[in-house]
């Protein structure tokens, strides 16, 4: 598969791009400027991360994600709240990395093999809503995630069933010649990733004699074609906002691909026209670049408002240490609050009524506050 850039379709994809580029620009000088950046960073995680799920066709709310990040289920976590959590932990892993590191072979096998636990697991990477003493509460939300590859596990042998078995047809008629793993159970063996990966990689360079947007969609574009990992497509998303801050484009913050992707048509994403794909992505790329520039307008609003409530305060008070923590997640609970300020829950109930955020319903389940 050859992916080149003739002159009649960089030609046409030259307004889509540069519009890309242009909000690409703004929106990284914006946060890198702002002090409400850190947050609106930190809040992209999780938004990115749910919009993932989305884009493959499974609805996870950010509330349960951020519960689950806290170790707060409100409920046994589902198969898709598992998988959002490990892109989750993916984007920050690659943030703490450096910019080059996702690319290379050594981040990528980390990324695609069984290394991501242990990443996830490291104090860069670790939530700060939970204390370092929760062993018990650690260990169930691994245990969940074995729990989700065995489905994932369970689910793929039923499809190979059903393929093999013609969907309840009798056994005497497969093939005599079959595989000695007919389930999948252990990878397929026609499916070679290292070499799929390999074969994706080597686009890399071609990406690299192009502007940085166009090039990002062209690894995208290549990424979903080739299919490199089954388990882990979601990967191909948050390697091209890694390429991106590699090529300094968004250095900043780890750019939000999925969450421009997903307010894309899937006719577009996947029409058999590579010109129309490649605008698709470039115009996943402004639309999250907006939205994210909204978000940034919204955190800055809400920043100032609150520091209107603890200007006369004492100078140890905790409200600026509330604040900050507000703007970097999609939303609170009094629960999160108290863990990370350190105080009682009737204290952290006051402490958010004194700073003036909205209170959210939570679907019926919980107590939450945030910044929509």
């Known amino acids: 598969m050859r992916y080149e850039i003739d002159n009649t379709l960089l030609k046409s994809l030259l307004p889509a791009f540069a519009l890309a580029e242009d909000m690409l620009a703004r929106l990284d000088e914006r946060v890198a400027r702002s002090p409400v950046g850190a947050g609106f960073a930190e809040r992209g ?176 574009e290549a990424w979903e074609r080739t299919e490199p990992l089954r388990r882990q497509h979601w990967l191909g998303g948050l390697l091209v906002s890694s390429y991106l801050r590699s090529r300094g484009k968004v250095a900043s913050h780890l750019f939000s691909f999925y969450a421009g992707l997903k307010v894309i048509r899937h006719e577009r994403r996947r029409s058999r026209d590579r010109a129309t794909r490649l605008l698709a992505f470039l115009e996943a790329m402004r639309e999250s670049a907006a939205a994210g520039l909204k978000d940034m307008d919204r955190l800055s609003l809400a920043r100032t408002q609150m520091e209107l409530r603890f200007r006369d305060r004492r100078s140890n008070s905790s409200l600026p240490q509330l604040a900050e923590f507000v703007l970097s997640r999609p939303m609170v609970s009094s629960t999160m609050v108290a863990r990370q300020l350190r105080v009682t829950s009737r204290g952290a109930l006051n402490l958010l009524n004194e700073i003036g955020i909205r209170e959210i319903t939570g679907r019926g389940r919980y107590r939450a506050w945030g910044i929509i």
């Open 45 to 220: 995680h999780f938004f990115d991360a749910a919009s993932a799920l989305w884009v493959a066709g499974e609805l996870v709310h950010v509330e349960d994600l951020v519960l689950h990040d806290a170790h707060m289920d409100s409920r046994t976590p589902s198969h898709e709240l598992t998988i959002a959590h490990a892109v989750l932990r993916a984007r920050r892993r690659i943030w703490t990395a450096d910019p080059i590191w996702a690319l290379s072979g050594a981040g990528l096998n980390v990324l695609a093999g069984a290394g991501l636990e242990d990443a996830g697991r490291a104090p860069e990477v670790r939530s700060t809503l939970a204390p370092p003493d929760e062993e018990k509460d650690e260990g169930e939300a691994l245990l969940s995630m074995e729990l989700a590859e065995i489905d994932a596990v369970l689910a793929r042998s039923q499809r190979l069933l059903d393929t093999h078995l013609g969907g309840g047809s009798k056994v005497e008629e497969r093939p005599k010649e079959t595989p000695a793993d007919p389930l999948g159970l252990f990878g397929d063996e026609e499916w070679d990733e290292a070499q799929r990966l390999s074969d994706w990689r080597a686009v890399i360079p071609l990406a690299e004699e192009l502007p940085s947007a166009l090039g990002a969609a062209v690894l995208f």
